[in-house]
């Protein structure tokens, strides 16, 4: 039996990977029916964008085969990369300075066929 994996990612999302990953957490190994719940219920940044890449990646699963409903695909994996990081200064007592980081992320997230 052939297992296929569908994947999704998206690229340079404003949001640090730390707070993505705290909405990973509540849709690993779900069905994308119930993680899409899941997510619109979830009151978060991150839940949103998840939402987005899932959907995308659901969307290719059809692409592949009309005839996949999305309680047969299940979330094999989702992961949440650091991407760059846009440096800024913020000024500080006696003339120093301390640096901030605007961090992104990379989310993948790959469903297959139960």
Same mark, same amino acid.
């Given at each position: 039996?052939?297992?296929?994996? @569908?994947?999704?990612?998206?690229?340079?999302?404003?949001? =640090?990977?730390?707070?993505? *990953?705290?909405? %990973?957490?509540? +849709?690993?190994?779900?069905?994308? &029916?119930?993680?899409?719940? @899941?997510?619109?219920?979830?009151?978060?940044?991150?839940?949103?964008?998840?939402?987005?890449?899932?959907?995308?990646?659901?969307?290719?699963?059809?692409? %592949?085969?009309?005839?996949? =409903?999305?309680?047969?695909? %299940? %979330?094999?994996?989702?992961?949440?990369?650091?991407?760059?990081?846009?440096? *800024?200064? *913020?000024? *500080?007592?006696?003339?120093?300075?301390?640096? +901030?980081?605007?961090?992104?992320?990379?989310?993948?997230?790959?469903?297959? &066929?139960?």
């Amino acid at each position: 039996m052939v297992f296929m994996e @569908i994947k999704a990612k998206s690229r340079y999302l404003w949001i =640090s990977p730390q707070k993505v *990953r705290q909405v %990973i957490q509540l +849709i690993k190994g779900k069905d994308v &029916k119930r993680a899409e719940n @899941i997510l619109q219920l979830a009151n978060k940044k991150a839940a949103y964008l998840i939402h987005k890449t899932m959907a995308q990646a659901a969307a290719n699963a059809q692409m %592949i085969n009309p005839a996949w =409903s999305l309680e047969e695909l %299940i %979330i094999k994996k989702v992961t949440a990369d650091g991407g760059p990081m846009q440096k *800024r200064m *913020r000024p *500080r007592a006696r003339g120093r300075a301390d640096t +901030i980081l605007k961090r992104t992320s990379h989310i993948t997230v790959v469903l297959e &066929k139960k």
